[in-house]
């Protein structure tokens, strides 16, 4: 069925890429940036023609002003004051030389002011044109920080912003003084906005859709809206809001207030189906703002990559957007990538240069962490080998007997001292820290386009083979470090197979590691890379104990005592070396 449906399925329609359409309202970009206006600043637009209070300043032509700094490059637009460009110099876009834009090019800029005037109209000063206090267009940032600051006539008022740039750092400031706001908006204050979601970066647009979202800070708890399951999603949020973001998978940028809020709204759409190469998704974000006293209400703007170094800076948990898994597993998963493996990476980076070999020391490190852990789940599946004979002579002889051959069955555990969930135990206690890795090294912007050995990227798939036709759920590659993966599992499971004749595990020695091949071949080569290391130390590991036991046979057989109460014999299984 799954052959047939695929192999009939429709072709998807084309669809025409909007971030290469002229701007339908004149909008002009200067080189490389061609913006598509939003519908809805048109609409205002045409309101504030008609409306006499919001002529001033109105039949101007477009200017733009470019930013450099050591990190970014910036263009801003007097329509509006806006940004209507992020570029950041040092990633890339997913196998190419094009900067990461941060602003969504399909929209008339990214930073808008939203207000209700005293006639109930509603506008957004996209449509309005600013004047720049910087003549020259452009704004060197490299070395010290600088202003720009964009004004316009607003009635009897006005209204200005004014953005900082500082050389190392991905914030920018922003500051927006309204003069006599009265006379052109009513007192329920102005939201302030960031328009359009992060534009896609990487190979997977499914798997980074499934990372992307908007995100909002209420009553100290992070609350977000996904498109993963719904093509349309908002939710409003009352009272003081901390912060706003909106995020793709290794990149986010976030607008914090440092005067009171009132609330937050977050709409998102999702255009195109989830496993669509053109899928792409819409967010706005923004925080309602009171009505402003007589200062300027500044706020801090984050627009950078997802590093957690300068998301902690902030202290307002801005990290928390990342997704770590369902609450159940977050509550631990969380704390180990924050606390354990964020600064385990950075260290070993600073004494190894390459992401490949921090990974595999990484593997070593934590096997040698869970060693005590590891060699007493496989001492007591040792144990439990030795009572196979007499389990299976008791399953003999109760055959017909369920309840007599349990409470046999117990009868010899507890003369023995084998405590039949000791070889499973210590190895429940690893899956908090598979789990929160799981989760932590697809999402390690460190290992995004990292080479090792063939991969030319770590939080990519490591092809080494494509295929000339797609398997459902697999592909139409083969990744080499999942291959070699599939291989050391077959190889652990041989190690610690304990009945060779046993046919059922026979065959799920080669199932198993087929099945993981087919699942994990579409993730980040890093993540594969650690679970080969992880499966060779675990398989040397298990060989180490194994040979230990056999030198030492007398860990696993009974020790004879008298029960001094019973005068019986019983046999204890003793925990340790025998005395000579």
């Not at 402003?292 to 984050?302: C, E």
């Not at 109760?398 to 507890?414: G, R, T």
């Not at 020695?509 to 080569?525: E, H, S």
């Given at each position: 069925?799954?052959?047939?449906?695929?192999?009939?399925?429709?072709?998807?329609?084309?669809?025409?890429?909007t971030?290469?359409?002229?701007?339908?309202t004149?909008?002009?970009?200067?080189?490389?940036?061609?913006?598509?206006?939003?519908?809805?600043?048109?609409?205002?637009?045409?309101?504030?023609?008609?409306?006499?209070?919001?002529?001033?300043?109105?039949?101007?032509?477009?200017?733009?002003?470019?930013?450099?700094?050591?990190?970014y490059?910036?263009?801003?637009?007097?329509?509006g004051?806006?940004?209507v460009?992020?570029?950041?110099?040092?990633?890339?876009?997913?196998?190419?030389?094009?900067?990461?834009?941060?602003?969504?090019?399909?929209?008339?800029?990214?930073?808008?002011?939203?207000?209700?005037?005293g006639?109930?109209?509603?506008?957004?000063?996209?449509?309005?044109?600013?004047?720049p206090?910087?003549?020259?267009?452009?704004?060197?940032?490299?070395?010290?920080?600088?202003?720009?600051?964009?004004?316009?006539?607003?009635?009897?008022?006005?209204?200005?912003?004014?953005?900082?740039?500082?050389?190392?750092?991905?914030?920018?400031?922003?500051?927006?003084?309204?003069?006599?706001?009265?006379?052109?908006?009513?007192?329920?204050?102005?939201?302030?906005?960031?328009?359009?979601?992060?534009?896609?970066?990487?190979?997977?647009?499914?798997?980074?859709?499934?990372?992307?979202?908007?995100?909002?800070?209420?009553?100290?708890?992070?609350?977000?809206?996904?498109?993963?399951?719904?093509?349309?999603?908002?939710?409003?949020?009352?009272?003081?809001?901390?912060?706003?973001a909106?995020?793709?998978?290794?990149?986010?940028?976030?607008?914090?207030?440092?005067?009171?809020t009132?609330?937050?709204?977050?709409?998102?759409?999702?255009?195109?189906?989830?496993?669509?190469?053109?899928l792409?998704?819409?967010?706005?974000?923004?925080?309602?703002?009171?009505?402003?006293?007589?200062?300027?209400?500044?706020?801090?703007?984050?627009?950078?990559?997802?590093?957690?170094?300068?998301?902690?800076?902030?202290?307002?948990?801005?990290?928390?957007m990342?997704?770590?898994?369902?609450?159940?597993?977050?509550?631990?998963?969380?704390?180990?990538?924050?606390?354990?493996?964020?600064?385990?990476?950075?260290?070993?980076?600073?004494?190894?240069?390459?992401?490949?070999?921090?990974?595999?020391?990484?593997?070593?490190?934590?096997?040698?962490v869970?060693?005590?852990?590891?060699?007493?789940?496989?001492?007591?599946?040792?144990?439990?080998?030795?009572?196979?004979?007499?389990?299976?002579?008791?399953?003999?002889?109760f055959?017909?007997?369920?309840?007599?051959?349990?409470?046999?069955?117990?009868?010899?555990?507890?003369?023995?001292?084998?405590?039949?969930?000791?070889?499973?135990?210590?190895?429940?206690?690893?899956?908090?820290?598979?789990?929160?890795?799981?989760?932590?090294?697809?999402?390690?912007?460190?290992?995004?386009?990292e080479?090792?050995?063939?991969?030319?990227?770590?939080?990519?798939?490591?092809?080494?083979?494509?295929?000339?036709?797609?398997?459902?759920?697999?592909?139409?590659?083969?990744?080499g470090?999942?291959?070699?993966?599939?291989?050391?599992?077959?190889?652990?499971?041989?190690?610690?197979?304990?009945?060779?004749?046993?046919?059922?595990?026979?065959?799920?020695?080669?199932?198993?590691p087929?099945?993981?091949?087919?699942?994990?071949?579409?993730?980040?080569?890093?993540?594969?890379?650690?679970?080969?290391?992880?499966?060779?130390?675990?398989?040397?590991?298990?060989?180490?104990?194994?040979?230990?036991?056999?030198?030492?046979?007398?860990?696993?057989?009974?020790?004879?005592?008298?029960?001094?109460?019973?005068?019986?014999?019983?046999?204890?299984?003793?925990?340790?070396?025998?005395?000579?």
């Amino acid at each position: 069925m799954v052959v047939w449906l695929t192999w009939l399925a429709p072709e998807p329609a084309p669809v025409q890429d909007t971030s290469l359409s002229a701007d339908t309202t004149g909008f002009q970009a200067p080189q490389e940036i061609v913006e598509q206006a939003d519908p809805a600043i048109g609409a205002v637009s045409a309101l504030a023609t008609d409306d006499s209070t919001f002529v001033r300043g109105q039949d101007v032509s477009e200017s733009f002003v470019n930013v450099e700094t050591d990190l970014y490059s910036a263009v801003f637009s007097n329509r509006g004051g806006t940004l209507v460009s992020f570029k950041l110099k040092e990633y890339h876009k997913f196998e190419s030389e094009d900067a990461v834009n941060m602003v969504d090019t399909t929209k008339a800029g990214s930073i808008a002011v939203l207000f209700t005037s005293g006639g109930s109209r509603n506008y957004d000063t996209r449509s309005f044109f600013f004047t720049p206090d910087e003549t020259s267009g452009k704004i060197n940032a490299t070395t010290s920080a600088q202003t720009l600051t964009y004004s316009v006539g607003i009635g009897e008022g006005s209204m200005a912003f004014t953005y900082t740039f500082t050389p190392g750092s991905y914030e920018v400031g922003l500051s927006i003084q309204q003069n006599n706001a009265s006379s052109f908006a009513t007192q329920d204050g102005y939201e302030l906005a960031w328009v359009g979601g992060i534009p896609f970066t990487e190979g997977d647009h499914k798997d980074e859709g499934l990372k992307s979202g908007a995100y909002a800070r209420s009553g100290g708890e992070v609350e977000a809206i996904t498109l993963a399951s719904d093509t349309f999603d908002e939710l409003s949020l009352n009272g003081d809001v901390d912060w706003i973001a909106v995020k793709n998978k290794y990149f986010a940028v976030a607008l914090m207030a440092d005067v009171p809020t009132r609330g937050a709204e977050l709409v998102g759409e999702r255009f195109g189906e989830v496993s669509d190469s053109y899928l792409r998704h819409d967010y706005m974000a923004s925080l309602e703002v009171a009505a402003p006293g007589a200062g300027p209400d500044t706020f801090k703007m984050y627009i950078g990559p997802v590093i957690y170094k300068n998301f902690s800076a902030y202290n307002v948990r801005l990290y928390d957007m990342v997704d770590y898994g369902w609450d159940f597993f977050e509550v631990i998963t969380r704390p180990l990538a924050k606390f354990v493996f964020i600064p385990a990476f950075t260290y070993l980076h600073d004494i190894i240069p390459s992401y490949g070999l921090v990974i595999i020391l990484l593997a070593l490190l934590i096997k040698i962490v869970l060693h005590p852990l590891t060699r007493s789940s496989f001492k007591s599946m040792g144990k439990m080998r030795e009572l196979q004979p007499r389990m299976e002579a008791i399953k003999e002889k109760f055959a017909d007997n369920p309840q007599k051959q349990q409470e046999a069955m117990m009868k010899m555990y507890k003369e023995t001292g084998v405590n039949p969930l000791g070889g499973c135990l210590p190895m429940l206690l690893q899956y908090p820290i598979i789990i929160a890795l799981w989760q932590f090294l697809p999402q390690a912007i460190e290992l995004r386009q990292e080479g090792f050995l063939w991969a030319a990227d770590l939080s990519a798939p490591d092809i080494i083979l494509h295929l000339p036709f797609s398997i459902p759920m697999f592909g139409n590659f083969i990744a080499g470090f999942t291959l070699l993966m599939g291989l050391s599992m077959v190889f652990q499971m041989k190690v610690s197979m304990t009945n060779q004749n046993n046919l059922q595990a026979k065959i799920f020695t080669y199932v198993m590691p087929v099945m993981i091949f087919v699942i994990f071949n579409k993730l980040a080569a890093g993540l594969n890379l650690y679970y080969l290391c992880y499966n060779v130390l675990t398989a040397l590991q298990q060989k180490y104990v194994n040979k230990q036991i056999h030198e030492h046979p007398e860990e696993l057989k009974a020790e004879k005592k008298v029960d001094p109460k019973k005068g019986k014999v019983t046999g204890k299984l003793s925990g340790g070396r025998k005395k000579k």
